[in-house]
């Protein structure tokens, strides 16, 4: 691109330039050639004039003047010795007398057979010697007689020659100065699209976080910022792919994991029920165990149900009340909380309304709070509340339960973690109920934030726009 750039402009500028300074030339020799013809017209009439006086002069004495023109001649001879210039007189259409000056090829030329005019007639002959010719003839009684003046045109074409030389010199001078400085020119100008392939380049290589430096506000530089807020977006959408990329294989690993220690335990306990001989009392315990096991694989697949159905619709959104929602999740979880003894209460000081999907927000608080309650030991209390902070209604559901630890709430929204493992896996938790409730937060648009300390219970804040 840069090349054909720069080979384009020079051609075009050697075009114009040596355009230039032929134009300039011609117009130089004109003046020449015009100084040239205005010289000899001058000296035309001078001799012309003088000679018609001296003819006039002779033949008042009585003496022919035809063969008196040697004489009369070479006065002016004289006169035009050293000038480079000559003449010649004609009579009746043929020459009587031709000065030194006045070469054999000149005198090839033919006098015009014109008569008397006042006009008088100027030509070049380029011969190997170009020279001016001026011709007028006399007036009455001389009108058979006329004048040929020759200037030389050597010295003016030389000079021309030699001043159109130069200026095709100072021209291809400027063309290569012109050349280097627009080399140069382009050099920068071209600079953000060599970075521009090379970071691409780079990109495209696994790089993604090469930049381009962005100088100044023309078109180039704004093309560069655009980059580097494609390449900005390409990396963010190559870091999140990624991180998804790992999400979906932990939730694989994870996956895989949890279905491989149940299914193990029933195979296990299946095959014991099968070979070795057992009592009613041990088949039964076998079964039991076999049905809690296959519990658990059922609560999770109806968990990753729940996920994927989220993953796919929102379901339809409305003007949702907490009031109605908290007296929803009373009736289903006081009996879970009942189960291990937890005291269970939910404060509203007036009804909150929220925009969103009523049944997933009761999956999310009953989830919350079914956490909750298996964090906490007998005889304490789970706390629902809700209330209004500044544009977002907030609530929180608080235990004072075993706590995490910082590094654990790093990754208890992750599909599959549990805090506690052993306790879990007892109380038939898969280790889903946060991840659902973090893809109901996003549907929603609000915000989940998990304040615990070791030790210190739980305390977990939802976040939503004020409807």
Same mark, same amino acid.
């Given at each position: 691109?840069?090349?054909?750039?720069?080979?384009?402009?020079?051609?075009?500028?050697?075009?114009?330039?040596?355009?230039?300074?032929?134009?300039?030339?011609?117009?130089?020799?004109?003046?020449?050639?015009?100084?040239?013809?205005?010289? !000899?017209?001058?000296?035309?009439?001078?001799?012309?004039?003088?000679?018609?006086?001296?003819?006039?002069?002779?033949?008042?004495?009585?003496?022919?003047?035809?063969?008196?023109?040697?004489?009369?001649?070479?006065?002016?001879?004289?006169?035009?010795?050293?000038?480079?210039?000559?003449?010649?007189?004609?009579?009746?259409?043929?020459?009587? &007398?031709?000065?030194?000056?006045?070469?054999?090829?000149?005198?090839?030329?033919?006098?015009?057979?014109?008569?008397?005019?006042?006009?008088?007639?100027?030509?070049?002959?380029?011969?190997?010697?170009?020279?001016? !010719?001026?011709?007028?003839?006399?007036?009455?009684?001389?009108?058979?007689?006329?004048?040929?003046?020759?200037?030389?045109?050597?010295?003016?074409?030389?000079?021309?020659?030699?001043?159109?030389?130069?200026?095709?010199?100072?021209?291809?001078?400027?063309?290569?100065?012109?050349?280097?400085?627009?080399?140069?020119?382009?050099?920068?100008?071209?600079?953000?699209?060599?970075?521009?392939?090379?970071?691409?380049?780079?990109?495209?290589?696994?790089?993604?976080?090469?930049?381009?430096?962005?100088?100044?506000?023309?078109?180039?530089?704004?093309?560069?910022?655009?980059?580097?807020?494609?390449?900005?977006?390409?990396?963010?959408?190559?870091?999140?792919?990624?991180?998804?990329?790992?999400?979906?294989?932990?939730?694989?690993?994870?996956?895989?994991?949890?279905?491989?220690?149940?299914?193990?335990?029933?195979?296990?306990?299946?095959?014991?029920?099968?070979?070795?001989?057992?009592?009613?009392?041990?088949?039964?315990? !076998?079964?039991?165990?076999?049905?809690?096991?296959?519990?658990?694989?059922?609560?999770?697949?109806?968990?990753?149900?729940?996920?994927?159905?989220?993953?796919?619709?929102?379901?339809?959104?409305?003007?949702?009340?907490?009031?109605?929602?908290?007296?929803?999740?009373?009736?289903?979880?006081?009996?879970?909380?009942?189960?291990?003894?937890?005291?269970?209460?939910?404060?509203?000081?007036?009804d909150y309304v929220v925009w969103g999907n009523g049944e997933q927000l009761l999956i999310l608080i009953d989830n919350l709070i079914d956490n909750a309650v298996k964090a906490s030991p007998p005889e304490e209390e789970v706390r629902v509340f809700a209330y209004?902070?500044?544009?977002?209604?907030?609530?929180?559901?608080?235990?004072?339960?075993?706590?995490?630890?910082?590094?654990?709430?790093?990754?208890?929204?992750?599909?599959? &973690?549990?805090?506690?493992?052993?306790?879990?896996?007892?109380?038939?938790?898969?280790?889903?109920?946060?991840?659902? !409730?973090?893809?109901?937060?996003?549907?929603?648009?609000?915000?989940?934030?998990?304040?615990?300390?070791?030790?210190?219970?739980?305390?977990?804040?939802?976040?939503?726009?004020?409807?």
């Open positions: 691109m840069k090349k054909k750039i720069f080979f384009a402009a020079l051609i075009l500028f050697t075009v114009f330039l040596n355009s230039v300074v032929l134009m300039v030339s011609i117009m130089i020799l004109q003046d020449k050639l015009s100084a040239v013809r205005d010289k !000899c017209l001058a000296e035309h009439y001078v001799i012309a004039s003088s000679l018609i006086g001296d003819m006039q002069a002779v033949e008042q004495r009585g003496n022919d003047v035809e063969e008196n023109i040697d004489n009369l001649m070479r006065v002016y001879s004289r006169y035009l010795q050293g000038k480079g210039s000559g003449f010649a007189v004609a009579y009746s259409g043929e020459w009587i &007398y031709e000065s030194p000056a006045f070469s054999a090829e000149e005198s090839m030329i033919v006098p015009p057979d014109t008569g008397y005019s006042q006009e008088r007639f100027v030509s070049i002959e380029n011969g190997s010697s170009p020279v001016l !010719c001026v011709y007028g003839s006399f007036p009455a009684p001389w009108q058979d007689y006329g004048l040929m003046y020759i200037g030389s045109l050597i010295e003016p074409i030389q000079s021309w020659r030699h001043t159109k030389n130069i200026l095709f010199l100072a021209g291809a001078a400027a063309m290569l100065l012109m050349s280097f400085f627009m080399f140069q020119f382009l050099n920068i100008i071209f600079r953000p699209l060599r970075q521009i392939s090379s970071t691409s380049a780079k990109i495209a290589a696994g790089n993604y976080g090469s930049r381009i430096p962005v100088r100044g506000k023309d078109e180039i530089s704004r093309v560069a910022y655009n980059f580097n807020r494609m390449a900005k977006q390409v990396e963010r959408q190559i870091e999140q792919l990624e991180d998804a990329a790992e999400q979906k294989q932990q939730f694989i690993d994870n996956f895989s994991h949890e279905l491989r220690i149940p299914l193990t335990a029933i195979y296990g306990y299946a095959e014991y029920i099968q070979k070795a001989p057992v009592s009613e009392e041990e088949r039964y315990e !076998c079964t039991q165990f076999i049905m809690t096991e296959c519990s658990r694989l059922q609560n999770m697949a109806y968990q990753l149900l729940d996920m994927a159905l989220l993953n796919k619709e929102k379901g339809s959104n409305g003007r949702c009340s907490l009031k109605e929602l908290f007296a929803q999740s009373e009736k289903t979880m006081h009996i879970r909380a009942a189960e291990k003894a937890v005291k269970l209460s939910y404060e509203l000081s007036r209004q902070e500044k544009d977002n209604v907030i609530v929180e559901v608080e235990d004072h339960g075993i706590g995490m630890e910082e590094e654990q709430l790093s990754h208890i929204k992750e599909a599959f &973690y549990r805090v506690d493992k052993a306790r879990s896996r007892v109380a038939g938790g898969a280790g889903l109920g946060l991840a659902i !409730c973090e893809k109901i937060v996003q549907i929603h648009h609000a915000d989940m934030t998990f304040l615990s300390g070791l030790g210190k219970g739980t305390t977990v804040r939802l976040s939503f726009p004020a409807s």
